[in-house]
């Protein structure tokens, strides 16, 4: 441990710091996610609750405690949700319901960091060789129905959720899972066939929700442990919840949360529709408010609208393995002739921040490279063009989804490259055709796919961009990238960690399958007489609403 920890943590116990100063200090200086989370939950963390500043800058924080009032009905509108079982979370409205009734493992922060005191488990530790994690449970927590949490339930969750006949999405996600073991009621063990310093970020992807262990149907039995209880789902309408019975954590008051009497979710496809209802006080708050609404809102003197750096993105890919860009100079000439910051002014009025070419952004800190924008260089385009073979000109097809801001900025782009001698030729398909089981985005030699966050840069690599990766959308392989990528999923010293990141978007940059025009924030809105208010997070729809109340 680097002699600087303990100076580090006495500052932070003082409260010289706060909680995302510490973590990202102590990482850079090689305290584990393990350690973190058993000394944070040893000091107590922050102690101030939040209210959000408006879209001038990122969430700020401010003292309310003891203000709050108990009561009322909070309403959230949000595009539909289609499946209550956790396994099968397939969109923002899926996770954004099943949230408030049921919990995690592990929680993560706004902050992109594993929460201990947010989280179903107290503490947990690793052993030095990354490849064992034992979590300790919490005693107090039950599930709606009266029934105690216990580890058999975690190991029941997460057997289910790497069972490859359930066919979860996360089926590969958790296939370094050797097994799951349960020495006692309040302890889980999992052992690891690889080690994986990030194991902790790994059981708080959107699927990994606690179940109760005796559920027989997923469907219909809606049996959690969050602040409040599903009373009615109804399709395409609504979700309507109460607060639970007894829940673990307790308000400012010190009686058990939620403040609210109630809790309704109503569902609504168009995001136009959701503003309205939210300006015309029908909903208190918006989880996924898109960049051409958010200017709009914030003018709103009932409405604050915080944002926060994400890495939600779209990647211009370029298929390498077959046609013009299996040259590399017709990548570089691509990127060469495009113009990010005209992307990110357009397509997302100005929330976000400029690509690198690599799908690690700046809000993984460290790990991101912060090198210089690119320079929009037609002439060297021209000239890369020329040394390819195509001196009289290329022309390609561009193909992608008809949704989203993706036909605006496949126009732009066409538009940019025009100008270095590209002709561009525009196929846009519906999303459910794009997506859909003949997987057309992984068989376009041009197209735009769009990347929600991840927990740490790792996912992105495994999925998408090592030789013979499922999403491999590009259809790239490079040795060197491989490697790299092996050696940071399972480096535990987090220095070299973020040297073979940067390694990575080196590669990425100068010879990578990719163009990132920008990293999109995100955008949440709510209405000022909701308390303390939203702060947004990296991942928008990993909000609850345990601790919110109504000044009314």
Request: include cysteine.
């Amino acid at each position: 441990m680097d002699s600087k920890l303990p100076e580090l943590m006495s500052e932070y116990s003082k409260g010289g710091m706060s909680r995302r100063e510490f973590m990202k200090a102590a990482g850079v200086l090689g305290l584990s996610i393990s350690g973190m989370a058993a000394f944070l939950a040893s000091c107590g963390g922050d102690t101030a609750t939040t209210t959000a500043s408006t879209v001038a800058g990122e969430t700020t924080t401010t003292m309310a405690a003891g203000a709050a009032k108990r009561g009322g009905i909070l309403v959230h509108a949000q595009p539909p949700a289609q499946r209550m079982d956790p396994a099968f979370f397939a969109t923002i409205g899926d996770d954004s319901l099943g949230r408030q009734w049921l919990e995690q493992l592990v929680f993560l922060d706004e902050d992109s960091m594993p929460d201990p005191e947010r989280s179903l488990a107290e503490s947990w530790e690793a052993t030095p060789d990354g490849k064992t994690y034992t979590f300790k449970v919490r005693q107090n927590v039950t599930f709606h129905d009266g029934k105690a949490l216990t580890s058999a339930d975690v190991k029941f969750s997460f057997d289910r959720y790497r069972d490859p006949e359930v066919g979860s999405a996360v089926v590969g996600l958790y296939a370094n899972i050797a097994s799951i073991e349960t020495p006692d009621d309040y302890t889980v063990v999992f052992n690891l066939t690889e080690p994986n310093p990030d194991f902790p970020l790994d059981l708080t992807d959107y699927h990994a929700k606690i179940v109760d262990s005796a559920t027989t149907d997923f469907d219909t039995q809606f049996n959690g442990t969050g602040a409040f209880m599903l009373e009615t789902f109804a399709q395409g309408d609504r979700g309507i919840l109460k607060p639970a019975p007894a829940y673990w954590k307790n308000g400012d008051d010190g009686q058990p949360l939620p403040y609210l009497d109630g809790l309704e979710h109503i569902f609504l496809e168009e995001p136009t529709a959701q503003v309205d209802a939210l300006r015309g006080g029908q909903a208190h708050y918006l989880t996924y408010v898109s960049a051409e609404f958010a200017k709009t809102l914030a003018d709103d003197a009932n409405i604050t609208v915080p944002t926060k750096a994400s890495n939600v993105h779209f990647a211009f890919y370029m298929r390498s393995d077959r046609g013009p860009a299996a040259d590399v100079k017709v990548r570089q000439a691509l990127r060469a002739a495009t113009d990010r910051n005209a992307l990110l002014q357009i397509a997302a009025q100005g929330f976000g921040t400029t690509g690198r070419d690599t799908p690690i952004g700046p809000a993984y800190g460290d790990f991101y490279l912060d090198v210089p924008e690119p320079v929009r260089d037609v002439a060297k385009a021209k000239s890369l063009l020329t040394e390819a073979g195509y001196a009289d000109g290329l022309e390609i097809t561009l193909t992608t989804q008809n949704t989203l801001k993706v036909p605006d900025m496949a126009t732009i782009w066409k538009e940019q490259l025009a100008e270095a001698g590209v002709t561009v030729n525009i196929e846009l398909v519906p999303v459910e055709v794009w997506y859909g089981a003949d997987n057309l985005w992984l068989e376009a030699d041009f197209g735009i796919v769009d990347w929600a966050p991840r927990a740490y840069p790792q996912p992105y690599l495994t999925l998408a961009y090592v030789t013979g990766a499922p999403w491999n959308s590009p259809h790239y392989s490079d040795p060197e990238l491989d490697e790299l990528a092996a050696k940071a999923g399972m480096e535990l010293d987090r220095t070299k960690r973020i040297d073979l990141y940067h390694q990575i978007q080196e590669i990425f940059m100068d010879r990578g399958p990719l163009m990132v025009p920008y990293f999109a924030d995100a955008i949440v809105a709510f209405r000022n007489e909701m308390k303390p208010g939203l702060i947004p997070n990296s991942a928008p729809d990993n909000i609850d609403a345990h601790d919110q109340w109504l000044d009314v």
